[in-house]
């Protein structure tokens, strides 16, 4: 038991006992830990740190600038934002095995936010050059590493994690979330300030929509769910259970929208249409090891799919899955 005040104040204090003078880059990425680390650095040392969020093109709707607009404009922090969507973009072009596409954003992850990295330990005219790297690593991530990790997790997917960067970089390592569990980085994110909404949010994968849209990856695509997706979240934070008072987004453990790129033929007023079609995905889960679909409300199931249909050119059609984990995954890629 202690009180949040007290521990952010000997966070600082730690911090910048560890930090002294010097400089220390964070990559963001818009998912709670990261977001957690940079303001609590932030909290602590002010302009010596400086982020580095790198924009794949593979987030969700308007992402990238609800992040900018955290942290550089209300939090006041320095945010380097890197636009590299063409990039991810170009070296996805025509490649469609899972694997292959998760390696290809992993890597060029990598490669990018080392280039930015690079740059800022080699300081300039207002900058004598960073020193540290801050991840946002928390206290299950240190047990994983540790060797308890599931193999299984490891051989079914590739997971995007950056692994290694401060010895590749010649970086210190600074994580100051090394000790908390999820709900305690949670309950610290919200005490410095974040909002709620971006501390209780579904966990959302580092490949992005990259293992959401089956096969291969296209901007068109990409935009296509962007808007389904966001219709469907909008609307689970709308619909209440009434038992519980609490919204369908909340009572999920995570729910996205997946893009099938295939097309089926619909009728539209007094014409055909032959679009494309989402799957709803929502899971309740403790450990996202195993999973159950959701039992969501066929009345928020008949609004999410009637909305995406009207709003979405494009789109003439919404399933639901009804697969648990195992034997499916939580995510379709
Ligand atoms: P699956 O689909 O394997 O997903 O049942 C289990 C959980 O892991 C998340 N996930 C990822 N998270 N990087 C991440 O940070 C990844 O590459 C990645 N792939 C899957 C998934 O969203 C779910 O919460």
């Not at 990598?110 to 990295?117: H, M, P, Q, R």
């Not at 068109?220 to 619909?239: K, Q």
């Amino acid at each position: 038991d202690w009180i949040m005040g007290d521990y952010i104040s000997e966070a600082v204090t730690k911090i910048r006992e560890q930090v002294g003078d010097e400089e220390v880059i964070l990559g963001l990425s818009g998912g709670v830990d990261s977001s957690v680390a940079a303001a609590l650095i932030h909290r602590a040392i002010g302009d010596q740190l400086t982020c580095v969020f790198v924009d794949h093109g593979l987030l969700r709707l308007n992402e990238g600038d609800m992040v900018m607009d955290m942290f550089a404009g209300k939090l006041h922090a320095k945010v380097i934002r890197v636009d590299a969507s063409d990039l991810f973009l170009g070296q996805l072009a025509g490649v469609s095995e899972p694997e292959a596409k998760r390696k290809i954003i992993g890597g060029l992850f990598v490669d990018v936010f080392k280039s930015e990295a690079a740059k800022l330990k080699a300081g300039n005219a207002s900058s004598k050059g960073a020193t540290f790297l801050a991840q946002g690593t928390i206290y299950p991530d240190v047990i994983e590493s540790g060797g308890a990790k599931s193999k299984k997790a490891v051989t079914i997917k590739s997971h995007h994690n950056v692994g290694g960067l401060p010895e590749q970089l010649g970086l210190k390592l600074l994580e100051p979330l090394r000790e908390l569990f999820k709900d305690e980085v949670r309950e610290l994110g919200v005490a410095l300030g974040l909002p709620p909404e971006m501390v209780y949010r579904h966990p959302f994968p580092g490949p992005g929509l990259g293992v959401r849209i089956l096969g291969e990856v296209k901007k068109d695509y990409a935009d296509l769910l962007r808007r389904a997706d966001a219709i469907f979240i909008e609307e689970l934070r709308n619909f209440r259970d009434e038992a519980s008072g609490k919204t369908w987004y909340d009572l999920t453990s995570q729910a996205f929208t997946v893009f099938l790129p295939v097309k089926s033929v619909g009728v539209m007023g007094d014409g055909r249409t032959y679009d494309y079609v989402v799957a709803l995905r929502a899971v309740q889960t403790s450990d996202f090891m195993t999973a159950d679909w959701a039992e969501l409300p066929y009345a928020l199931l008949k609004k999410v799919s009637s909305r995406i249909i009207n709003e979405v050119r494009g789109i003439n059609r919404v399933t639901y899955d009804v697969s648990s984990k195992p034997p499916a995954t939580i995510e379709w890629e």
